[in-house]
């Protein structure tokens, strides 16, 4: 069990912080049931208050950022990788600054945060002022459990401060009692302060960040920071170092407002999440150059999300645009969201131009296709190919700026196979396709597999579904953010993007296209329905109801299509009573194509079928006719044609 501090203890705030940083003891610790809205866990070690705050979604392998002082001054770094599933720790041993003894307490601290929330290994560390003595020499005595370490005015020298600082006797004699100096002299001549210690870190490339105030005569720059910084380059590394001018006189230039905070919440998290296997997921081949240049360029820029049903749910979707928002504050975003459920990349890429490219250039698509894919071509796999690499070249060849995203998630049969030592086909396929025309890729579908693998979380309690729970979401978000920061931290300059001489498949769906419902010779029974709707009051799609379709019910019932093309395929409303039809092509050999579709008893979902995609270039003409038997699943023989696919 937890212990807990005296009810009527109380938090300092914010405003008393800045007035009087010293102040913070071990009695004027409070207890709260929440920290700025999240929940707080207090406790304590030897009697010094401890705590860690848990975010409302923890990120996989709970990753957490460790503050060694103030908590409650300037937290809104930590509001923020809360808000992305990152916990919050905390022990006050502040009034030690850093000695032996106080880092014998974070020792125990860190044990005890592992053992009992199971915590990551390699916490980020966060110091303000003093802070910075312990975060460093704790840093110093451990650097394999340092992932990183960003810094707000942190001391770095005692000499500095208290020594030099007016008005610091008391911090002075602490020093002297905490460390067991004999006198001031010692103090003096002491060489374990941080900018003593900083070969270890230097060695283990421990990442840094330190926000200074250049008016800042409490803990003066040139003493701490910027003279840390210089022995780092001697010893073959750096911090970034962020510069403000505005601290407030009151402080003595100490305190500012706080900058760069969405800056600094990437830099912890871009060095402390948790990677199973030790690599990343994504592939950044050509990057994202182009869309970047664009928004800092013109302030402005469209993203389009390309997918099905897990693109067009909310969760990832929104936690991209507001990644996207906060990076480029000073953009107008138009956002598509272009996600479909049930459709696979064999509808998408016939699709493209009504739902994308009609609105305008596209700076960035993020494209998803690898679960339906999966599911939707098992009977003809070579449509996987052909849809992705439709998609892809198609926005290439109507922009060569556009970046595109394919990203692929998880399912069981993916899991299935990658712990089999295969790829999923749909994956491969999928890669194959962004490797050929340069773009950046995300195998979501490997991570979660690795990390369920790693014992971080379970499929049915955690993700539970395709369709990821609030859990799962924030893995997936976590994991896209993580592959833009590479990419946008990326100093490439903006290139069109070469489109290759060939295609992958000469049959891919590149000019994927719809044709009209009223070009089709209606030769028997078809007829169009300018608002057609189910009347077995089964489940529709929105798209692929109350929408024109061409309908046919009975056998014999039959239409023909001319068209110019390699390819001629159908996007029907697929329900409980769909049918199968013969097609003949130019008066060629009959084929006979069943279009109930595993899903067909309980939906009407929108389905791809392709009739005939290996056509010789040139004109053709395609008869199409409802058989009379049918699946034995089936309840019919109707035909609901929503869309003519032509390529």
Known sequence: ??????????????????????????????????????????????????????????????????????????????????????????????????????????????????????LATTPALEAVSRGGLHAYRYAARHPERIACIYADVPVMDLKSWPLKWRGS????????????FADEAELVAFDGDPIDLLKPIADAKIPLRHIISTSDEVVPPQANTLEAKRRLVELGHDMDVVTVTTGTAKSNGHHFPITGVFESARFIMRHSHVLPAGREYFTLRNGLANCRARFERDKAGRVAFLGGSITYNGGWRDELMRYLRERFPQVEFDFIAAGIPSVG?????????????????????????????????????????????????????????????????VMPPHMDAFNKGTIPDAVAKHERVAEHYGCPSLDLSREVTDRINAGEFTWKDDFRNLHPSPYGQRVYANSMTRMLDAAFDDTGQP????????????????????????????????????????????????GFVNVPAMVGEYPGDSFEYAFTGTGFGLFLAAGPDTGVVDVTVDDGETRTVDTFSPWSAGLHLPWVVMLADELAPGSHRIRVRIREDRNPRSKGTAIRIIHVLLN
């Open 345 to 409: 990349s064999n509808g998408h890429a016939f699709r493209l131009q009504r739902d994308i490219l009609a609105q305008g250039p596209v700076d960035l698509v993020f494209f998803e296709a690898a679960v339906n894919d999966t599911a939707n071509c098992a009977h003809r796999p070579i449509e996987r190919l052909r849809g992705a690499e439709g998609v892809v070249r198609h926005l290439r060849e109507v922009n060569p700026m556009c970046d595109i995203v394919p990203m692929h998630f």
């Open 169 to 180: 006797t008391p911090q002075v004699r602490d020093a002297i009692r905490h460390y067991a």
């Open 495 to 542: 290139t069109p993007h070469a489109v290759p001489e060939s295609l992958i498949d000469p049959l891919s769906y590149v000019r994927g296209r719809f044709g009209k419902l009223e070009d089709a010779d209606l030769v028997s029974g078809f007829e169009v329905n300018p608002k057609w709707r189910p009347t077995d009051r089964k489940g529709t799609r929105a």
């Open 1 to 118: 069990m937890m212990k807990s501090l005296p009810s009527g203890t109380r938090l300092l705030n914010a405003v008393v912080l800045c007035a009087a940083l010293d102040a913070w003891t071990a009695e004027e610790a409070v207890i709260e049931s929440s920290w700025h809205g999240f929940d707080k866990q207090p406790f304590e070690i030897d009697g010094h208050p401890c705590f860690v705050v848990r975010p409302k979604i923890s990120a996989p392998g709970k990753p957490w950022v460790w503050r060694t002082s103030f908590p409650d001054y300037h937290p809104d770094v930590d509001l923020m990788l809360l808000r992305d599933g990152w916990h919050v720790g905390f022990i006050n041993v502040v009034a030690m600054l850093g000695c032996d003894v106080s880092l014998d307490l974070m020792d125990r601290f860190y044990d005890r945060v592992r053992a009992d929330w199971g």
